[in-house]
């Protein structure tokens, strides 16, 4: 995967959640209106200050963030949420 170049964390901003080139939108605002059925161009239109590019990285993020894990420490041991269930 290409370094992800547009998506910012700053604790200043959005408290800290992902957000786009350091705006007041995150990436869970736009994947979650892609989510909801909204277009490209319909979320273009409605945040004139994100490019296509904005949508392409918030998405990549995205994907990137639900293959991670995070391992448990309890009592010594290290533990998957997979091994959790």
Known sequence: MKPLTRITLDPAVMGGKPCIRGLRVTVGTVVGLLAAGHST???????????????????????????????????GTRRSWRQER
């Open 41 to 75: 161009a319909r979320i273009l239109d409605a945040y004139p200050y994100l490019e296509e590019e904005d949508i392409r990285e918030a998405l990549a993020y995205a994907a990137w963030r639900a293959e991670e894990f995070e391992s448990l420490i309890s009592h």
